[in-house]
């Protein structure tokens, strides 16, 4: 449990997690520990494996472990640890504003929300996953949608995702000075909008930049979708409630940052 889930991981968890329910009334079955099942979870979204094979050393049993997934998904829990660890990594100056990228990825889907057919695989059902990264790879904002949505669509939202993160001098900060995107983002009114938000636009021009020149700056956040391929819940989607995938794709991004922390 230790391994999964590190002392430092846990009392950042323990300031985002609900309190457990009371019961006044006694009885009922005995409560596992907060911390037990955050390390089943923590292994179904890195092993890939499905909430019945979870394996009993770990103390709660798959349907246990999902219920408490579904009430931390609920109460946002993942996306206020993802915050939460942003916020040491810019309080220790690791967070690099100076050029981010944005960028997505595909995977098949089963069923459910915000799926849809993707016109890279032959127009089978999938998502897709979207990612704005600082200057060295570091997960800053993250969405998902079906897998016919065009990626020009999500810069918008995705910018205004960024949450406002600490910084090791001065007030909190959530714009990058430079915002890296390849040709599928090749539109004015997205470095018109870039613009008036103060963020100097680095798009790729259709039938102008080749993708050399843009992998200069660009390679940073293929690098974190690597990253992100390790966690093997997010190989296919399983889930049908967009709600839980994203939870899934929160949990790999903090996981990825953690990592940066735990240096």
């Given amino acids: 449990m230790e391994r999964l889930v590190p002392d430092e991981l846990w009392e950042l968890f323990e300031r985002v997690v609900p309190p457990a329910p009371s019961r006044p009334q006694g009885g009922g079955r005995r409560r596992y520990g907060d911390r037990e099942v955050l390390a089943a979870i923590i292994f179904v979204a890195t092993s890939g494996c499905t909430w019945r094979q979870l394996p009993p050393s770990f103390g709660p049993s798959g349907p246990t472990a ?24 810019g309080r220790r100056g690791d967070l690099d504003w100076s050029r981010c990228a944005i960028d997505s990825v595909n995977m098949r889907a089963l069923k459910g929300d915000l799926t849809g057919p993707n016109p890279v695989d032959r127009g089978k059902k999938g998502s897709k996953i979207h990612l704005i990264t600082e200057r060295t790879g570091l997960p800053l904002s993250i969405g998902i949608s079906g897998a016919n949505l065009h990626d020009s669509q999500a810069l918008e939202p995705l910018v205004r995702g960024i949450p406002p993160i600490r ?10 000075a430079k915002l890296h995107a390849d040709k599928g983002y090749d539109y004015d009114h997205l470095r018109r909008w870039l613009r008036q938000r103060g963020i100097t636009h680095r798009i790729a021009r259709k ?24 966690c093997r819940r997010l190989h296919r989607r399983y889930e049908r409630k967009a709600d839980h995938f994203l939870a899934f794709t929160s949990i790999a991004c903090t996981l990825i940052c953690y990592r940066r922390l735990a240096k």
């Avoid at 910084?167 to 990058?176: C, H, N, T, V, Y």
């Avoid at 020149?213 to 390790?230: N, P, S, Y």
Wanted: hydrophobic letters at 35%; proline letters at 3%; glycine letters at 6%.
């Fill in 66 to 89: 999902h219920r408490r997934f579904t009430e931390w998904t609920k109460a946002r829990v993942w996306a206020k640890l993802h915050r939460l660890v942003l916020d040491e990594l």
């Fill in 167 to 176: 910084s090791r001098r001065g007030p909190r900060r959530r714009r990058p």
């Fill in 207 to 230: 039938g102008i930049e080749s993708s050399k020149r843009l992998g200069r700056h660009r390679w940073t956040i293929e690098r974190t979708m690597a990253w992100l391929a390790g």
